[in-house]
């Protein structure tokens, strides 16, 4: 089994606050995901090279609530108030070929969920409650069918040198020079 950095996760309170942090911090404008319509959230999306990007990522005003909570916690009164602060680096995401099999080993409590926007195709392993897995000491796993979103944008030669965890943080390397996001 082998996994490999998808992408990183920033949450805002909205998209516009999480596009002027990350503008802020690499000097770089996040291009239009999408709406996810089951968790009644929505993207802009950042390359950070061929194979990984980063995702800014708010609750949809315009999307109905969904039945369960949101996924990275975004539903939580600990992460509201951490995020009427300001936008934060939350998470972080592994793609894996073979979902199933490496959940055989996975250390959280978690269920498949597939998603499917403009092409794309992909299975999260979520946890029930919303929470990050491992209570934030794992990533959460994603295998791609298909298309991958680095296809499809631009490559502003912004790429990720370090990530570290408890407290996540991320060094990059930009145009404008080495970065970093606590």
Same mark, same amino acid.
Request: aromatic fraction near 6%; charged fraction near 25%; glycine fraction near 8%.
């Given at each position: 089994?082998?996994?490999?950095?998808?992408?990183? !996760? !920033?949450?805002a309170?909205?998209?516009?606050e999480?596009?002027?942090?990350?503008?802020?911090r690499?000097g770089?404008?996040?291009?239009?995901?999408?709406?996810?319509?089951?968790?009644?959230?929505?993207?802009r999306?950042?390359?950070l090279?061929p194979?990984?990007?980063?995702?800014v990522?708010a609750i949809?005003?315009?999307?109905?609530?969904?039945?369960?909570?949101?996924?990275f916690e975004?539903?939580?009164?600990?992460m509201?108030?951490?995020?009427?602060?300001?936008?934060?680096?939350?998470?972080?995401?592994?793609r894996?070929?073979?979902?199933?099999?490496?959940?055989?080993s996975?250390?959280?409590? !978690?269920?498949?969920?597939?998603?499917?926007?403009?092409?794309?195709?992909?299975?999260?392993?979520l946890?029930?409650?919303?929470t990050?897995?491992?209570?934030g000491t794992?990533?959460?796993?994603?295998?791609?069918?298909?298309?991958?979103?680095?296809?499809?944008?631009?490559?502003?030669?912004?790429?990720?040198?370090s990530?570290?965890h408890?407290?996540?943080?991320?060094?990059f390397?930009?145009p404008?020079?080495?970065?970093?996001?606590?």
């Amino acid at each position: 089994m082998t996994r490999a950095l998808d992408h990183l !996760v !920033v949450a805002a309170r909205t998209l516009d606050e999480g596009a002027a942090w990350v503008r802020e911090r690499l000097g770089a404008d996040c291009v239009p995901g999408g709406k996810h319509a089951k968790m009644g959230t929505h993207n802009r999306l950042l390359s950070l090279g061929p194979e990984s990007y980063l995702e800014v990522i708010a609750i949809d005003p315009d999307a109905p609530r969904p039945a369960r909570r949101r996924w990275f916690e975004l539903d939580t009164e600990a992460m509201q108030a951490r995020l009427a602060h300001e936008p934060a680096l939350v998470h972080w995401m592994e793609r894996t070929a073979d979902l199933e099999a490496e959940l055989r080993s996975y250390q959280a409590k !978690v269920y498949i969920e597939s998603f499917t926007r403009n092409g794309l195709h992909w299975h999260l392993a979520l946890t029930p409650d919303g929470t990050f897995p491992g209570g934030g000491t794992l990533p959460t796993l994603i295998q791609w069918d298909g298309a991958h979103p680095c296809e499809r944008l631009p490559d502003l030669e912004i790429r990720l040198q370090s990530l570290t965890h408890g407290p996540l943080a991320a060094r990059f390397s930009t145009p404008l020079g080495l970065r970093t996001m606590p």
